[in-house]
C-alpha cells in the first residue's frame, strides 16, 4: 500500500543550527501537509503545499514540494529551542477512501540550548 | 474561542468494558476523524467522518466504532477494550475534506487498558 516516510527519525541539534526533515511518498500527491507537535501536547497545521515545486516560506521555516509531487521538505533556519517537537508530513491515502489521511512518522527535533 | 474538545482526557480500564471518547468542534467543520498515536508509529487513522450520517474506515478500524448524529459531534466507541488499544487518542476536524484543509486536533485523550 502508500506509504509515506519521514527522515530522519530523531534529529538532535544545537541552537542556532539548521535543520532539514524529508518526506517522501510512494506515490504521487495531490497536496501534502506539514504539522508540527509539541511535547505533550497535539498536532498543530503548519502549512499546505500544492503545486509542483512549490516552495513556501514562514519566519524560519523553508516548506518544498518536489517537482514530481512524490516528495516535500521543512527546513528550518537558525533553530531555537522554541522549534522543539515533532514534525509530521501528511497526504492524502490514494489505497484508501476519499477522506483518507496518510502520515509519516515524523522527525522529533531536540535543540541544544 | 474555535475548539476541538475530547472528554476525558485520561482514561484507565479493563479489558472488556466498554468505554467511548467523546469529540465535539464549534467550527462548524463538516469533516471529522479520529488517530491513534503510538510511538514508533505516528499517527494513523481510525474513522473519519465527511459530513452527518457518513462515516468510512481509515487505516486502523479495527476494534472501533463511530457515529455522526450531529455536525459537532464524532464519539469513538470501543466495545471491548483490549490492551492493543492503549494508546493515545486525538480528534480533528476540518471546514472541507480533511485531506485538503487544515485539520483542528483536540487535545487527546491518553487511555490505558489493562
Known amino acids: 500500500g502508500q506509504q509515506v516516510m519521514q527522515i530522519p527519525q530523531y534529529q538532535h541539534v544545537q541552537e542556532g543550527e539548521d535543520f532539514t526533515t524529508y518526506c517522501n511518498s510512494s506515490?504521487?500527491?495531490?497536496?501534502i501537509q506539514w504539522y508540527k507537535q509539541r511535547p505533550g501536547g497535539h498536532p498543530v497545521f503548519l502549512i499546505q503545499l500544492v503545486k509542483s515545486g512549490e516552495v513556501k516560506k514562514q519566519k524560519r521555516l523553508t516548506f518544498q514540494f518536489g517537482e514530481a509531487k512524490k516528495n516535500s521538505s521543512l527546513h528550518i533556519t537558525a533553530t531555537q529551542t522554541t522549534d522543539v517537537g515533532t514534525y509530521f508530513c501528511?497526504?492524502?491515502?490514494?489505497?484508501?477512501?476519499?477522506?483518507?489521511?496518510?502520515f509519516g512518522k515524523g522527525t522529533k527535533l531536540s535543540v541544544k540550548p | 474561542e474555535a475548539q476541538v474538545t475530547q472528554n476525558p482526557r485520561y482514561l484507565i480500564t479493563v479489558t472488556g468494558k466498554k468505554l467511548t471518547v467523546t469529540c465535539s468542534q464549534n467550527?462548524?467543520?463538516?469533516?471529522m476523524s479520529w488517530y491513534r498515536q503510538d510511538p514508533g508509529l505516528g499517527l494513523r487513522q481510525i474513522y473519519y467522518?465527511?459530513?452527518?450520517?457518513?462515516?468510512d474506515k481509515g487505516d486502523v478500524p479495527e476494534g472501533y466504532k463511530v457515529s455522526r448524529k450531529e455536525k459537532r459531534n464524532f464519539p469513538l466507541i470501543l466495545e471491548s477494550p483490549s490492551p492493543n488499544q492503549t494508546s493515545l487518542y486525538f480528534c480533528?476536524?476540518?471546514?472541507?475534506?480533511?485531506?485538503?484543509?487544515?485539520?483542528?486536533f483536540g487535545p487527546g485523550t491518553r487511555l490505558t487498558v489493562l
Open positions: 501528511a497526504g492524502p491515502n490514494y489505497g484508501g477512501s476519499q477522506g483518507n489521511l496518510i
Open positions: 467522518s465527511m459530513n452527518v450520517e457518513v462515516t
Open positions: 480533528a476536524s476540518s471546514l472541507g475534506r480533511g485531506i485538503t484543509d487544515t485539520q483542528y
Open positions: 506515490t504521487t500527491l495531490s497536496n
Open positions: 467550527m462548524n467543520h463538516e469533516y
